[in-house]
């Protein structure tokens, strides 16, 4: 049975996935006391990590736009601007990620080498 996850809980489990395909991962010590601060760094994205008590995940528009606004203000270890993805962890222990629209399908784009028949 999954549980819900705490906010450092949270962070360190997205610093260990990460580290693994975009490593090396870090995570910022003290983020959710300093404005700007991201959870979690690694070579192309930015993480911005948040768990609730509650069912419903609701992402604040606040929270959202400064880390779209970090994402651009960095760049990643290829030069290009880093990737900014709010990860959520509601009390069930559901794990969620989301991305803007035009950075999921650039993504999708970059793994599936443009190939439509491989999605």
Known sequence: MKRQLS???LEELVRRRVDNIDGP???TIG????FGDQDVRSAHFLFQCKSTGNKSVVIDHRD???LQGASL???G????YRTGVFITSNSSGDVMATIDIEDFVA???RAYGGNKKGI
């Open 31 to 34: 983020s959710g006391n300093k």
């Open 7 to 9: 906010w450092d809980e």
């Open 77 to 80: 270890t290829d030069g290009n």
């Open 64 to 66: 959202w736009d400064e």
């Open 25 to 27: 991962a870090h995570t």
């Open 73 to 75: 203000k960095e760049r």
């Open 107 to 109: 993504l999708v784009e």
